[in-house]
């Protein structure tokens, strides 16, 4: 059985998000085409006006017409781009997607493609990702959804999917061909492209963001710029909240409604993107840099690398230093 893989184009989209995806399936077909009896992916760039789809720099595709709702589809796939946006608000294509949906084996989005899937309510009550540089603003815009930054992929529900950015509808579509054709074709079309079946650090996003989540209340505001000039204090609750002049109590509910998260929690992340970038730009122990980024040990930090990135702090460092 042939399996139709389409990508929807619009203006602006996102190059990668696009070639990515379809270099994965189209290369795992030619390597299915000496064994006919398994199947095959037929893959196509379409659009509600077939034609030119010029992207976010400058590259056009040629699209052909998107299938009619109704039409069995095995698996949909909605990039993302600074171009998404527009599109939310073109009701043909929010229309187009919710339509075709319920034909359609498998949804899946890549970066902020995933806002498409939001607008046209595929995401409702379900957990998903997208870029890390967009998830605030999918948070805050889709309050129904479960936004989680830090995954490269998710399957969000039986038949929907959402990936990270760029590069990570790559991972996501070689694990579609796992899926499909199992482990031995998934690695033999990573061998190709030249990339690991599956990265290092897993599912972990390693893309550190280079933004807080910024209070409104200037006390909150100011505790913020505290942890964030000092990753290494002592940052218990009780001083916290004196430097906003609050109650410990008073404190903790107002940082986190503020914030988004409790204190304790924000204190650790910003620790780890301390430590994060100190393992990238220095040639200091992981001891030293625990000691200094306020995780009191190595193990300490180790336990909370591993569980907001993925990996050890000595793996991240021969990764990215």
Known sequence: ????????????????????????????GLHLAAQPQLGGYDVSLVALDSGPVRTLTGLEFFASAAPEPGTAIDTV???????????????????????????????????????LLAEAGLLDGCRATTHWASAEHMAREFPSV??????????????VWTAAGVTAGIDLALSLVEEDHGTELAQTVARW?????????GQTQF?????????????IRDVQQLIEAEPGGAHSIPELARAAAMSPRH????????????????????????ARRQLTETDDTVTAIAARCGFGSAETLRRSFIRRVGVSPDQYRKTFA
């Open 207 to 219: 893309a550190a963001p280079v933004w807080m989540p910024r209070a409104k209340r200037e006390p």
């Open 1 to 28: 059985m042939t399996r139709s893989v389409v990508i929807l184009g619009f203006p602006g989209v996102q190059a990668m998000d696009i070639v990515g995806p379809h270099d994965v399936f189209t290369g795992a």
């Open 251 to 274: 404190f903790t509910r107002t940082f986190t409604a503020e914030v988004g998260e409790p204190p304790s929690i924000y204190v650790e992340r910003v620790r780890t993107d301390a």
């Open 77 to 115: 796939i909605i990039p993302g781009g600074f171009g998404t946006e527009a599109v939310r608000g073109d009701r043909a294509v929010i229309e187009w997607i919710r339509a075709v949906a319920p034909n359609t084996r498998r949804m899946v989005s890549v970066c902020s493609g995933a806002f």
């Open 193 to 201: 492209l030249v990339l690991p079946l599956r990265r290092p650090g």
């Open 146 to 159: 479960v936004v989680d930054p830090e995954p490269i992929f998710i399957r969000s529900s039986e038949r």
